[in-house]
Every structure is written in structure tokens, then in C-alpha cells.
């Protein structure tokens, strides 16, 4: 796309985005009385203005039915969850019984850790990508331990060469093969959530299946924001939360996958609870776990209606959409014109003020853009934040902007450089 830098070429690309409508489904919180200009969905999601009655509606049937609930009403609990595995199945690229809705996101690392983690003599390694969140550093540490290992023989991690700034594909290809004979498991993210790298997960896929080890995904920063295909990529595993991308709220549900190949594995570990029992037996409260065949099967607890509400308000819109396809396109369109905008800052001052670490490659990038200020890094996100401009901010010089196609405009991208640029002048 021939981008300008011009706020009528930002007015004009709103007029004819095909999304554009969705903006007004969501609260956008104020700055000022304004629209503050939000650019922090990778890390929690606007609310949908149809969070509320979502959740009244539970509100309602509990004060109502009470207990009756679960069997009753329009949308009895106990089944409140199979339509959202339906709509989640698209967003990730997989067959409907190869998710479940459950839980949080470390939660669900862990436990398909328990499942897919299983050293066996030589096999005992991680190879994971340098830097990864840090809860799912932590996640893997401890899982190491309990297998009675030291992280520092068992995690492999994988940093970018001297001077670069992300990983290459090759590098990650290359260490797999050079530890196939003692690696059990190879666990990226999707896309990083300090330099936005979108990883490629088929290549990670096929070269972990080759060294003999599982593969496995976290996807909070993909999940909502990139196209993926799990079940075609033949992933073993993966989980993702779903208020960064996908607006179900703070600390909102997460979910998981899990390959069809692995359904008839009834040997596999997995740390159980009745709500993964198989659900047409589950209230016999028969001895004897017995598991829904299928990614239910990893249920382990009760489920939170009020947060499937939540998820529900959310999955509404995405349904409503019509395809990851659609939001995607936008989001390369919009996440491209914040790098034009502020590459023209560059440009126009003849320095590097700011320096976007996330791949220029739109094929290894989601929506978001890490962004190092050289200089005066913090005085500089405090002036977008009293200006309005809600990023969010990693020690020690990054600012991350992540333009979120289903309420973001290419005005809110160009008011943003703008201030961007204002800073600059004004923190001196
Ligand atoms: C956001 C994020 C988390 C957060 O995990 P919670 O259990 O939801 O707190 C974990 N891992 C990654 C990669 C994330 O981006």
C-alpha cells in the first residue's frame, strides 16, 4: 500500500476499511472527554459494549433458576461452553473437539505440560526461544524440577545472533536437529511479547516431529491477531489467553489444543478432574477417571460461566466478522502505516529516535510494533500517556504499539506518530 503521511489519507482509509463499524462496539476509555487513542491490545482488550448484558443475562438466570441453571433456562451452563469451542476452533485452525474453553493460561501450559512433557532417558530437553514471557519461563523451570532435572541441563534456549534482534528461522531449524536425540519438547510462543516476532510455527512443527519431540504453543499474542492452523500444522499442543486479542476481559478465560492424533493415546499423563470426565456419564460420580474423548477430556474444574459470558460477548463479534482473514488484512494495513509514520520521523529528522525491533516482514509479525526510543525513552512514553496515547511500556527503552483492527482506525495510528513526534521536541 502507497501510505501518506497526512491525517486526510488516514480519514480516507477509515471511510473505505470494511471493519470500520465494529469500532463502536466497544468502550473506549477517555482522555479528557476524547477517545483516548488505545494501542494496548496486545496486552488487555477493549470491553465490548455487549460484555454487560452478557453478563447480566448469567446474573439473571443464577437469581432465577439458581441451581436449575445448569439444566435450564435459554443456555443451560452445562452446555454453555460447546458454541464457544466452535468459534474458538476457527480463530486457531483446528477441528472443533481439539479445543476447550478452560481455565487460565499458565494453568493450561502446565497441565498439557504434564501431558505432553515426559522425559524418557536422554530425552529430557526443552528448546524454547530466548526471552520468553516470563511466566512461561518460570512454567518450565518448574516443570524441569518436578521431573527431578536442572533447568540448566534441561532448557535450551534460543538467542538471536550478535547484533541482531530476532530469531531466524534457520537457527531455530538448526538447533532442533543438532539436540534431536535428547530433546522431549520444543515450546515457542506464537509471537514474542517483547519484539513481535511471529514465529514460524509449521517449520518449528515439522522440525521438532523430525528430532523425535512435541511440539507445543503458546499463543496469547497470536491467537485474535494471526491467521494460524493447528490441527494442518500438526502442532501436538498449544493455549492462549483471551484478553490480549480477543477482549473477554482482565484475567478472562484461556483455552487449549490439543491434535486429534493424540485422542487415542488413553496412556497419556494428565492430571485429572471431573469436568473432563466424559460429560454423559459425569454425574454417575463413578470411581475411575473415564475422559471426554477430545480436548474436553483436559477439563479439570467446574465452569466459570461469568467468564465464558465474557468470552462469549467477545466470540459474538469475531463470529460476526466472518474470519481471522478479514482482520488480519486490516491489521497488516495498519500495523504497515505505524512503521511508515514513524520510519517518516526518522527519516525527516535524519537519526534513529526510534528503533522498531519487530520484524519488518509482515509474514513474522502480528499487529503489534516494539519500539526503542534511543533517548529519553520514559519521558517520552509518559508524554504519549498524558497526550493520551495508551502503549505500553518494557524495561528498558521499549514502547509497544499494537494497532488492533476491530476497534483501531488509521486516524488513531496517525494522531499517535503524531504525538509520537511531538515528543520528541517536547522531552529535550
Ligand atoms: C500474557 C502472557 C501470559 C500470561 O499468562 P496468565 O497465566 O494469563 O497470567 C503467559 N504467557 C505469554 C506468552 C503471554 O503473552
Redesign the pocket.
Known sequence: MDYQNTLTFAAEQDEQDVLKDFRNRFLIPKHHGQDAIYLCGNSLGLQPKSSAQYIADQMKTWEKLAVEGWFQGDDPWLEYHKPLSSSIAKIVGANENEVAVMN????NLHLLMISFYKPSGNRFKIVMEGG??P??QYAVESQVKFHGFDPKDAVIEIFPRDGELTLRTEDILNIINQHADELALVLF?GIN?YTGQFFDLQAITRAAHRAGAYAGF?L??AAGNVPLKLHEWGADFACW?SY?YMNSGP?GI?GIFVHEKHFADTEMNRFAGWWGYRADKRFLMAPGFDPAIGADGWQVSTSPILLLALFKASMAIFDEVGGIDILRNKSVALTGYLEFLINEINKRRGDEAFKIITPTDSDARGGQLSVVCTKNAKAIFKYLADNGVIGDWREPDVIRLSPVPLYNSFTDVYKAVKHLSEALEAVK
Not at 104 to 107: H, K, M
Open positions: 487460565s493460561l499458565t494453568v520468553a514471557f511466566s512461561d510462543s511479547y503458546d496469547a499474542h489467553c490480549k484475567g484461556s
